[in-house]
């Protein structure tokens, strides 16, 4: 099983829309398919309509990072075939960080690798155990996808988030995850604002980027309304066909 975390420390970047999106394709191409929200606002819970469920039944992410419930035992089947959720509430954001061990998610889902090709966890957008937890799970074969919208506050979540990367694994002495950044909400005629965003993008990091990028639309808003990811709602709309491309080059790009 290969694990793809979607972090960046900064809000509002796409984060939430990427792993869903993705999650969606890989199973919609038959692999099967593990989506893990780590993020306390539930945004990847919600699109499954999962949130409800979670909360009364009491398993989920709580349950498998703090009560060493096995992925079996936390996760949901969805609507969609092939495709599971572990999923989040609210509840998560009060939890003792400090009784999280660093490589709770790795062992979970090494335990049950066998019983899934893909695993993408969504991360929240804070520097805290939660990340660190998406990150080691990613070591090795996996990869961090770091999503950046092109606008003044470019560098100030991508850089914290690269930098967390690299010193956790130095930290914990195992492998850096590969690590791409991934342009989000790119419009079809850049303003000077983001051409200077994507300038600095690649004076810092020129060989760190996906080749594709993900253009902005009004579609993936309306789909987000109806709690569809934009390769449902709209798959032959030009973000759908941007994130088809996505899945085909972390894959085998």
């Not at 409800?52 to 989920?60: D, K, L, V």
């Not at 991934?182 to 690649?202: K, Q, S």
Request: glycine share 8%; with cysteine.
């Amino acid at each position: 099983m290969r694990t793809i975390a979607v972090s960046n420390y900064k809000g509002g970047v796409g984060k939430t829309t990427t792993a869903v999106n993705l999650a969606t394709i890989y199973a919609g191409r038959g692999l099967r398919t593990l989506l893990v929200d780590l993020d306390p606002q539930a945004s990847a819970t919600d699109f499954f309509g999962l949130y409800e469920r979670t909360a009364q039944e009491g398993r989920g992410a709580v349950g498998l990072l703090y009560g060493n419930e096995p992925v079996e035992r936390s996760a949901f089947e969805t609507g969609t075939e092939n495709l599971s959720v572990v999923p989040s509430t609210i509840e998560l954001v009060d939890q003792n960080e400090l009784l999280l061990r660093e490589q709770r998610l790795r062992f979970a889902l090494d335990d049950c690798a066998e019983d899934y090709d893909v695993c993408i966890v969504d991360c929240s957008p804070t520097m805290k155990r939660l990340a660190f937890n998406a990150y080691l799970a990613a070591a090795g074969e996996g990869m961090v996808i770091v999503p950046v919208k092109l606008d003044s506050t470019v560098m100030r979540g991508t850089a914290l988030t690269v930098s967390a990367i690299e010193s956790i694994s130095d930290a914990l002495r195992v492998p850096t995850p590969e690590w791409r950044i991934l342009r989000t909400c790119v419009p079809g005629l850049m303003t000077n604002a983001e051409a200077t965003g994507a300038a600095v993008l690649d004076e810092y990091f020129p060989d760190r980027q996906f080749s594709t990028v993900i253009h902005a639309s009004s579609k993936v808003c309306e789909g987000s309304w109806q709690w569809q990811p934009v390769t449902t709602f709209k798959p032959d709309s030009r973000p759908a066909k941007d994130y088809e491309a996505l899945a085909e080059e972390v894959l085998h790009g």
